[in-house]
């Protein structure tokens, strides 16, 4: 959908302004009409921006705003509003508290648009590398509807969650990632320092050598003599892996991977599932229409594919189709969560499915991120012991026939 910058009369004829996706322009203006407001302006924005070489750098350089700065920035918003303080008031006072130079750089300009007239939402969505859209989306139903104390804590705890959940998977991802690691860094260490040490007894010796020492002699002399290609050609690989997954069809395909590696690929899909489903349900639940909230949940999930399959849900919908049958068709969830939703759709009550679904998905990712390491752990003895079996009969045959010879 087109996103459109908009500026309307609310019914006590204060002016807002701000940025939200819809079908079209007609359909955004009936639906701040049915909110009691006034459309004054309503522009689409251009898909494509340009960027100064000071932003560009900025971009560049300026410290990341991580889900940790937003949760105590959404904590404290919560605490300064409930408290009664006025709104630029507060903000200015987090301005010179935060920590974090990006966040605090961003809010200072959130302050100025504010005096200016701008709504929050829309001072918001002006830094879209530092407030996602669901989160400005959010602030924006908590103006319209007075409750903007209730949002911010919403927001807390669903970035609390999300850490929590990205947390777990790299803490389990981080065991074999250490192994992998250590297992290339001893084949080059010996491949670079042991062999060749070896390989001038043998030689010296002038025995016929037994075929896996030759073979680790020819990979020896290989990494000896090439290895400014190989180090070129690596840091070439890395190079290129990263421009790639910067690129929309390179980060498509490496999302859609990663969900069907063994043992973890299923742990990945099933944590953005419950992602998905706790940032839909927030949305739901605050009151943003269903299209509009599968579409802010698709880029809150930050898988390309994923993200996918969320918009063919929201197309079905759109085509008149049930929530539950279209969740069918893109084949992510299991029968028993399209039966959860189903009767989420039958009562009337498809909040508290998704709440269930979220809980359910995070007590499978649990549970399998507790077994992940007794699953991982025969797989690196059995590639450990493989290599040690190699080098052993690579190295150590030949210095036994030395030694029977020398008998």
Excluded at 6 to 11: A, L, P, Q, V
Excluded at 33 to 48: H, M, R, T, W
Aim: proline share 4%; with cysteine; charged share 20%.
């Amino acid at each position: 959908m087109p996103l459109y910058r908009y500026k309307i009369r609310d019914d006590q004829g204060n002016i807002h302004q701000g940025e939200s996706e819809a079908s079209s322009a007609e359909a955004l203006a009936a639906l701040f009409q049915s909110q009691q407001a006034i459309p004054l302006d309503i522009v689409e924005v251009p898909a494509g921006t340009s960027l100064s070489l000071e932003k560009l750098l900025n971009i560049r350089f300026d410290a990341k705003v991580t889900l940790d700065d937003l949760n105590l920035y959404c904590r404290q918003m919560y605490t300064l509003i409930n408290a009664g303080v006025p709104l630029i008031k507060a903000l200015r006072g987090l301005v010179a508290t935060t920590r974090n130079p990006s966040l605090a750089k961003a809010l200072n300009d959130v302050v100025e648009n504010l005096e200016a007239g701008m709504e929050l939402s829309g001072c918001y969505s002006r830094h879209p590398r530092v407030f996602p859209a669901l989160f400005c989306h959010m602030v924006q139903v908590g103006e319209v509807t007075g409750k903007l104390d209730q949002v911010f804590i919403q927001l807390a705890v669903y970035f609390e969650r999300e850490k929590e959940t990205i947390n777990r998977v790299k803490s389990a991802l981080r065991y074999p990632t250490f192994v992998i690691v250590a297992i290339l860094f001893a084949v080059v260490f010996v491949s670079l320092f042991v062999i060749p040490a070896f390989e001038r007894v043998f030689a010296s010796a002038g025995s016929n050598l037994p075929l896996a020492t030759r073979i680790l002699m020819g990979l020896s002399s290989f990494m000896q003599n090439q290895w400014p290609l190989l180090l070129a050609g690596s840091i070439l690989m890395v190079f290129v892996v990263r421009r790639t997954l910067k690129t929309t069809k390179g980060r498509y395909l490496w999302d859609q991977y990663k969900l069907k590696i063994p043992l973890v690929g299923s742990i990945i899909l099933r944590a953005t599932l419950a992602r998905f489903s706790r940032g839909f349900n927030m949305s739901y639940t605050a009151g943003v229409p269903l299209s509009q909230a599968l579409g802010l949940t698709a880029r809150a999930v930050s898988n390309a594919y994923v993200g996918e399959k969320i918009e063919m849900i929201r197309n079905g919908i759109e085509r008149g189709e049930s929530l539950t049958r279209s969740a069918t068709k893109t084949g992510m969830f299991t029968p028993l969560v399209l039966q959860m939703l189903a009767v989420g759709e039958e009562s009337g009550s498809v909040d508290t499915m998704l709440e269930d679904v979220a809980e359910f998905y995070e007590r499978e990712v649990d549970y399998d991120l507790k077994n992940l390491s007794s699953a991982i752990e025969p797989i690196m003895i059995v590639i450990i012991g493989a290599m040690v079996l190699v080098l052993a009969l690579g190295v150590f045959l030949p210095m036994w026939n030395l030694a029977s010879i020398a008998r």
